[in-house]
């Protein structure tokens, strides 16, 4: 691997290429017109444009993408995460064209990027599902089998993700008033209408576990995230290890993500998701065929560089470790910091007339701007990350105070007093949340 073309925007973007410096492997950034004074596209041995704003004409324009990796003579293109990541048709054109694709077999994306498929392949390989259906013919098929189950109900798209294409139910007006705005949602954003309903578990809480395999039929965990702050179906802090759940589900969690994982042949780094119910029953939810964005606290906590995992794997490379020999060292907690309204939700593009932030031990903020630069209303409205470590939970809920008050962004609006907020909630200083805390916190 000598050259790679990142396929991506951002922060997700720096810090592909940041691993690849390391290892002394040039990269290339394609950018839209909107991100061309980005540091993503400084960062880049070589920079190519692709096309105006809006994803469509951009970062999801497959022909452009290709051309530029012809141009610059990439040999490997990394998706990062969201776009075209988890895209089979995208990784058998990077294939076909002779180059090498950073991520999992585009069989296996195709197989769980069908949220139907993967839980009929779940139920298959022993890994219990939340109780569902399978795809939807019409909006009376949904109401008949919401009302065995009894409400609410989830109705998702089968090819979403990240929260798009998702809407929690309460009664049958609701669900039948929904059901044609989620199938257009859905067909708008992942190009496949189809939808299945779930049932929807109450004060919940939404776990996953890190998996990575290589070509050689190794499947490793590198332990578990407690990803229960949400809004809107949307992580907003993650956190690793969870700071509650019992040992005994820790393991069998581990086990199940195992499973998951050899029932689709998984080939790199990937996340298995998990719902949880207030007796620790868990469900398997989705499985991730990328890099996670909260991947940096299971960085924190076992020392590795999950890119590079990537890219050792994409290079044919055997795993030089055996799962008890993966370290366990403190905890880290993630805070995503959003260029939005912290309490509507709405986003807040403007131009950043200051962003400046706090250095020192156990902190880490991976961005994806800096002072001067304009967020876009094009893209996802995140900006950055700050990832906070250290030797127990207690000490980095005091250091995550410290740092989050000494960020100093101004000419957006942005989630930073909710962040804050979080931190000071009983519920989440005690490690006992779920994934109604943000709601709680609205209503209080």
Same mark, same amino acid.
């Given at each position: 691997?000598?050259?790679?073309?990142?396929?991506?925007?951002?922060?997700?973007?720096?810090?592909?290429?940041?691993?690849?410096?390391?290892?002394?492997?040039?990269?290339?950034?394609?950018?839209?017109?909107?991100?061309?004074?980005?540091?993503?596209?400084?960062?880049?041995?070589?920079?190519?444009?692709?096309?105006?704003?809006?994803?469509?004409?951009?970062?999801?324009?497959?022909?452009?993408?290709?051309?530029?990796?012809?141009?610059?003579?990439?040999?490997?293109?990394?998706?990062?995460?969201?776009?075209?990541?988890?895209?089979?048709?995208?990784?058998?054109?990077?294939?076909?064209?002779?180059?090498?694709?950073?991520?999992?077999?585009?069989?296996?994306?195709?197989?769980?990027?069908?949220?139907?498929?993967?839980?009929?392949?779940?139920?298959?390989?022993?890994?219990?599902?939340?109780?569902?259906?399978?795809?939807?013919?019409?909006?009376?098929?949904?109401?008949?089998?919401?009302?065995?189950?009894?409400?609410?109900?989830?109705?998702?798209?089968?090819?979403?993700?990240?929260?798009?294409?998702?809407?929690?139910?309460?009664?049958?007006?609701?669900?039948?008033?929904?059901?044609?705005?989620?199938?257009?949602?859905?067909?708008?954003?992942?190009?496949?209408?189809?939808?299945?309903?779930?049932?929807?578990?109450? !004060?919940?809480?939404?776990?996953?576990?890190? %998996?990575? $395999?290589?070509?050689?039929? @190794?499947? &490793?965990? =590198?332990?578990?995230? *407690?990803?229960?702050?949400?809004?809107?179906?949307?992580?907003?802090?993650?956190?690793?290890?969870?700071?509650?759940?019992?040992?005994?589900? !820790?393991?069998?969690?581990?086990?199940?993500? %195992?499973? $998951?994982?050899?029932?689709? @042949?998984? &080939?790199? =780094?990937?996340?298995? *998701?998990?719902?949880?119910?207030?007796?620790?029953?868990?469900?398997?939810?989705?499985?991730?065929?990328?890099?996670?964005?909260?991947?940096?606290?299971?960085?924190?906590?076992?020392?590795?560089?999950?890119?590079?995992?990537?890219?050792?794997?994409?290079?044919?490379?055997?795993?030089?470790?055996?799962?008890?020999?993966?370290?366990?060292?403190?905890?880290?907690?993630?805070?995503?910091?959003?260029?939005?309204?912290?309490?509507?939700?709405?986003?807040?593009?403007?131009?950043?007339?200051?962003?400046?932030?706090?250095?020192?031990?156990?902190?880490?903020?991976?961005?994806?701007?800096?002072?001067?630069?304009?967020?876009?209303?094009?893209?996802?409205?995140?900006?950055?990350?700050?990832?906070?470590?250290?030797?127990?939970?207690?000490?980095?809920?005091?250091?995550?105070?410290?740092?989050?008050?000494?960020?100093?962004?101004?000419?957006?609006?942005?989630?930073?007093?909710?962040?804050?907020?979080?931190?000071?909630?009983?519920?989440?200083?005690?490690?006992?949340?779920?994934?109604?805390?943000?709601?709680?916190?609205?209503?209080?």
């Amino acid at each position: 691997m000598r050259k790679v073309l990142v396929a991506n925007r951002g922060e997700i973007a720096c810090r592909i290429m940041r691993t690849c410096r390391e290892r002394g492997v040039k990269t290339v950034a394609v950018f839209s017109d909107a991100d061309r004074d980005l540091p993503f596209v400084k960062m880049a041995d070589e920079a190519v444009p692709i096309g105006p704003p809006p994803v469509a004409q951009s970062y999801l324009k497959v022909e452009a993408i290709l051309q530029a990796a012809e141009k610059t003579e990439a040999d490997s293109i990394h998706p990062g995460y969201g776009f075209l990541s988890e895209n089979a048709s995208f990784a058998e054109q990077v294939l076909k064209a002779g180059l090498t694709w950073i991520g999992p077999k585009p069989f296996t994306i195709a197989q769980m990027g069908d949220k139907v498929t993967a839980r009929q392949t779940m139920i298959e390989a022993g890994v219990p599902v939340v109780p569902g259906s399978g795809a939807l013919s019409s909006a009376e098929e949904a109401v008949r089998l919401a009302r065995e189950w009894g409400y609410p109900v989830m109705i998702k798209a089968s090819a979403g993700g990240g929260g798009i294409g998702m809407h929690v139910c309460r009664g049958e007006e609701e669900l039948r008033s929904v059901f044609s705005s989620v199938k257009q949602k859905a067909q708008a954003y992942f190009g496949d209408g189809k939808l299945f309903l779930e049932k929807w578990l109450p !004060r919940a809480r939404h776990v996953e576990v890190q %998996i990575a $395999a290589d070509a050689f039929g @190794n499947i &490793l965990h =590198l332990y578990e995230r *407690e990803c229960s702050v949400q809004r809107r179906n949307q992580k907003v802090i993650e956190e690793s290890r969870s700071p509650s759940i019992r040992e005994e589900t !820790r393991q069998k969690l581990y086990d199940a993500a %195992i499973r $998951a994982a050899k029932a689709v @042949n998984y &080939l790199g =780094l990937g996340t298995v *998701e998990f719902i949880l119910d207030e007796s620790e029953q868990f469900y398997f939810l989705e499985m991730n065929t990328r890099l996670q964005v909260e991947h940096p606290v299971t960085e924190a906590i076992t020392g590795f560089d999950l890119v590079a995992w990537q890219l050792d794997v994409a290079e044919g490379k055997p795993f030089k470790l055996k799962q008890e020999e993966i370290p366990l060292q403190g905890h880290a907690i993630e805070f995503r910091l959003y260029a939005e309204d912290p309490v509507r939700f709405y986003p807040s593009p403007g131009k950043l007339n200051a962003f400046q932030f706090p250095a020192g031990d156990g902190i880490r903020v991976d961005a994806g701007v800096e002072e001067g630069n304009t967020v876009s209303p094009f893209y996802d409205p995140m900006i950055a990350k700050c990832i906070v470590s250290g030797c127990n939970r207690m000490e980095v809920l005091q250091r995550s105070r410290f740092t989050l008050e000494r960020f100093r962004v101004e000419g957006i609006r942005t989630n930073l007093p909710l962040l804050l907020r979080i931190l000071e909630h009983p519920d989440f200083v005690r490690g006992h949340y779920h994934t109604g805390l943000i709601a709680d916190l609205k209503n209080e």
